[in-house]
C-alpha cells in the first residue's frame, strides 16, 4: 500500500497542480506538550496564497492528523510547529518514517525553542540520518519563487541567521526544517505579528516554493 502511495504521488504530482480540491494539507498533531496548535492561521492562509499564485486548488479545509495515525497517509505534506516540547512514540517515529519513505513530506518550522526536541525525535524516526543544512543552490528554494540566500528572516528570535536544513532518504528530500527563520508565523493573519506585508510575502512565497517542491519537484538531490 505504502509503495502504491508513493507511485502514486510521482504519477499524479504534475496533475495535483491543477486538481479540484481533491487533496489536502494539514497540520500535524503530537505529543509531549508542545503547542503543535500554534499558528492557527497559517496554514490556510498558506494555502490560499499557493491556490492563488501557483494555480493550485488544495482544499481550503486544513484538518489535525496525529503522528501515529493510519490518516497520514491522507496527506501529501504536513506541517509542524510549536514552541515546546516534542514526543515521539516508538510506533508514531515508525509511522512517520513509512509515510515519508512511502512518499510523504514533513515541512517542521520551528517556532523558537522547538530545535532542542525535534532533533532527537527525528533521530528516532531516522537513526541512521543526518539533518543536513541545504546549499542555497538546492532547488527547494529555486521554484516560483527565488531565494538566492535561502531562507528569508522572519523574526529575530537569536538574531542569528535562518537555516535550512533537511533529511535525505535514497536521495530524496523528505523533510524540510526551518530554524531560526519562522515561517509559519510569517504565514499568520497580518495582526497576529504585526510583520510588515514585504515580510509576510516573502514568508508565503518561500512557502510556496516547498510545496510546489514536495508535489512537483521532489526527485533526487
Not at 515541512?107 to 543536513?132: A, T
Not at 514568508?203 to 517542491?213: D, K
Request: hydrophobic share 40%.
Amino acid at each position: 500500500m505504502f509503495r502504491l502511495f508513493k507511485s502514486l504521488l510521482v504519477l499524479l504530482a504534475p496533475l495535483t497542480l491543477s486538481a479540484q480540491g481533491s487533496y489536502q494539507l494539514a497540520v500535524l498533531k503530537y505529543n509531549g506538550g508542545g503547542d503543535w496548535y500554534g499558528n492557527p492561521t497559517s496554514l490556510p492562509n498558506l494555502v490560499s496564497f499557493c491556490n492563488r499564485q501557483l494555480g493550485m486548488s488544495i482544499s481550503a479545509d486544513v484538518p489535525h492528523v496525529e503522528v501515529g495515525s493510519p490518516d497520514l497517509f491522507t496527506y501529501p505534506l504536513v506541517h509542524m510547529t510549536g514552541h515546546g516540547n516534542v514526543v515521539f512514540s516508538m510506533q508514531e517515529a515508525e509511522n512517520l518514517r513509512t509515510y515519508l519513505v512511502a512518499g510523504g513530506f514533513l515541512h517542521i518550522s520551528d517556532n523558537y525553542g522547538m530545535d532542542q526536541f525535534i532533533r532527537p525525535m527525528m533521530k528516532r524516526v531516522f537513526p541512521e540520518l543526518e539533518l543536513v543544512e541545504l546549499p542555497f543552490a538546492h532547488s527547494i528554494y529555486h521554484q516560483k519563487f527565488d531565494f538566492a540566500q535561502g531562507l528569508p528572516k522572519i523574526h529575530e528570535h537569536d538574531d542569528k541567521p535562518p537555516r535550512g536544513y533537511g533529511l535525505i532518504w535514497e536521495g530524496r528530500l523528505v523533510c524540510f526544517y526551518d530554524y531560526e527563520c519562522d515561517l509559519g508565523d510569517g504565514w499568520e493573519d497580518a495582526e497576529v505579528h504585526g510583520d510588515s506585508e514585504a515580510t509576510r510575502t516573502k514568508a508565503l512565497q518561500m512557502g510556496a516554493n516547498i510545496v510546489r517542491y514536495a508535489f512537483a519537484g521532489a526527485g533526487a538531490e
